[in-house]
């Protein structure tokens, strides 16, 4: 009979043995990712006047275009808005000219433009933005995490532009890609007219007056929907132009281009330093739930000893909060970004990297190490998140209060509730919860065609640094105008703005917060990549999707 001991020697063999195995086929796999893929040629962006156009996105960062969940229409001056969109068509003439643009949303402040194609055959491809901006804080409410207006070295809404950058509340969120759609549309709409007659064309003081131009005319349907509403959830705005959509019998979109990504120019730490563009393949869904706790009250020096009182309750309800499971996964789209950016790792991570990709022990122990060890931003990647927000209750300091009430933001990748605790638990707010979203594919046409049009028109990003950003797929922790297209979407959401941003110059933390700025030499790069993707999506031979 074999001895206790011996057993145990034999199973750890085979464990041992298994793992040794497990790493020896990793190993293996890891080898076909020891080289970044093949890079495409650059893309040869037609001139544009860089400083005329900077200027008009700049233009746009002075409307104080401020939404305001107080207000029931969800904007602080509707009027700001309506100058906001005559500046635009000042601005891009040619769009208003040859494009439909239509007024759309609750008092017409969203924007819906339409740009036929040639073969109505085919699903359209739909960019969305917003250039509705989260409010600058005053100095009265200072204390505030979004700092005050005081602490401004621009100020909110001038769009200066200093040290290379443009600064301003909605410079980096996003007036950015409002601006960039539009340049890159009238570049388009240039290339088409000099087709047409032979000879550049455009008049007055917009973006069209001898600038370089493409030769393009889309075959394919381009929408561009432009939210007046994003930051309060898109009800009025985005919600809406959908439904619209829906009614039209448009359906079947081919593409949605929305925000979420970007160029992080110092790479994504602990993986790589190797710029990388940041391509959202899904967001997490999201639950605002309010607790109520009710308690009988009384004078503070008798508390009650049945566990009735309020201290009892919290602590009941935060403990099996914080012992509910959080299981880390790593599932698509994580493990696709890991995998994604294994080639710019060094070889012992690329295996580690490799085995995200595949089900396995390896994978599951990856996923608790980095929720672990990987910090908030890396930790949130991989597993849900519930945060406490709001916690307020009680009138005087000897008064027992008979209600508490607790604020909880959940982020989720799968629609949960919250269970096990016995209070009052509604959902809170206008924007209470939204499902996490599908998921779109890493290896298909559009994340393909994508990274060519990030590849083409961001080679040479810094001096010494050849070849373009590392390009991977990730999981927005945010909600955006996106979701209310998501449905209408047989090719998915994917969420990029090409605009770099430095995590180490605390580019990331300003958004939102105070000195909100974005690179200015992003702007003009952005127009030729989103020229280049309406290209490559809607041009000729982009085909059906699926093809
Ligand atoms: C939002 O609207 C409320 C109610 O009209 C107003 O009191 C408040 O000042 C507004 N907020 C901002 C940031 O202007
Ligand atoms: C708009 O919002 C309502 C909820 O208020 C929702 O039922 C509906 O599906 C939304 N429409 C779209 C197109 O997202
Ligand atoms: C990012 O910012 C850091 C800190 O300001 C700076 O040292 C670094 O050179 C910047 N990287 C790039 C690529 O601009």
Redesign the pocket.
């Known amino acids: 009979m074999p001895s206790l001991s011996n057993v145990i020697a034999l199973g750890l063999l085979g464990v041992g043995l298994s793992v040794v195995g497990q790493l020896a086929l990793l190993y293996k796999e890891s080898l076909k990712y020891a080289k970044p893929p093949d890079t495409p040629a650059p893309f040869v962006c037609p001139s544009l006047d860089e400083v005329a156009a900077l200027n008009r996105f700049r233009g746009l960062i002075a409307f104080p275009s401020?939404s305001?969940a107080?207000?029931e229409d969800h904007v602080?001056d509707q009027q700001v808005f309506r100058d906001m969109v005559s500046y635009l068509e000042r601005s891009y003439p040619l769009v208003w000219e040859r494009l439909q643009v239509e007024k759309v949303g609750l008092n017409g402040l969203s924007l819906l433009i339409t740009w036929p194609g040639s073969r109505p055959e085919l699903p359209p491809v739909l960019f969305v933005s917003h250039y509705d901006v989260v409010?600058v804080t005053h100095g009265s409410e200072s204390g505030s995490e979004s700092g005050s207006e005081e602490q401004w070295i621009h100020p909110p809404f001038s769009g200066d532009l200093a040290d290379g950058y443009v600064w301003g509340r909605g410079s980096a969120d996003i007036k950015f890609s409002v601006a960039a759609l539009l340049q890159a549309a009238t570049q388009l709409l240039q290339g088409g007219q000099q087709q047409q007659q032979g000879e550049g064309a455009g008049e007055g003081e917009g973006a069209g007056e001898g600038e370089g131009a493409f030769s393009f005319a889309p075959e394919r349907t381009i929408l561009f929907a432009f939210g007046h509403d994003e930051e309060l959830g898109g009800w009025h705005g985005a919600n809406a132009t959908a439904a619209l959509l829906l009614s039209r019998g448009v359906d079947q979109l081919d593409l949605v281009v929305d925000e979420g990504g970007a160029v992080l120019v110092d790479g994504m730490r602990p993986f790589t330093r190797t710029p990388v563009a940041m391509v959202g393949l899904a967001e997490k869904g999201y639950a605002t739930l309010t607790v109520t706790l009710r308690s009988p009250g009384g004078h503070s020096s008798m508390p009650p000893t049945d566990g009735s009182d309020l201290l009892s309750q919290i602590w009941r309800l935060t403990t099996a909060l914080k012992l509910m499971p959080t299981p880390a996964r790593l599932q698509p789209p994580v493990s696709d970004m890991l995998v994604h950016m294994a080639p710019y790792t060094p070889p012992w991570m690329r295996v580690l990297l490799v085995a995200a990709g595949r089900p396995g022990l390896l994978n599951r122990l990856l996923a608790e190490l980095l929720h672990r060890l990987g910090g908030r931003e890396v930790g949130s990647l991989v597993a849900p998140t519930l945060a406490l927000t709001r916690l307020t209750g009680g009138v005087a300091d000897n008064v027992l209060p008979q209600r508490g009430v607790m604020g909880f933001n959940a982020r989720l990748r799968r629609a949960a509730a919250m269970a096990g605790v016995k209070a009052e638990v509604a959902l809170s707010g206008q924007d209470l919860m939204w499902p996490a979203s599908r998921v779109t594919p890493a290896d298909g046409r559009h994340f393909r065609l994508m990274r060519q049009a990030i590849q083409e028109t961001w080679q040479q990003l810094q001096e010494g640094q050849p070849g373009p950003p590392a390009v991977a797929p990730f999981l927005v922790m945010g909600g955006t105008d996106s979701k209310h297209y998501a449905a209408l979407s047989r090719g998915g959401v994917l969420r990029f703005v090409p605009y770099a941003l430095n995590k180490s110059a605390g580019d990331l933390g300003r958004i939102h917060a105070t000195n909100e700025r974005i690179r200015a030499d992003s702007f003009p790069r952005a127009v030729c990549t989103y020229a280049r993707l309406m290209q490559l999506l809607a041009g000729p031979g982009a085909g059906p999707y699926g093809q």
Do not use: L
């Open positions: 401020v305001n107080s207000r602080n409010p």
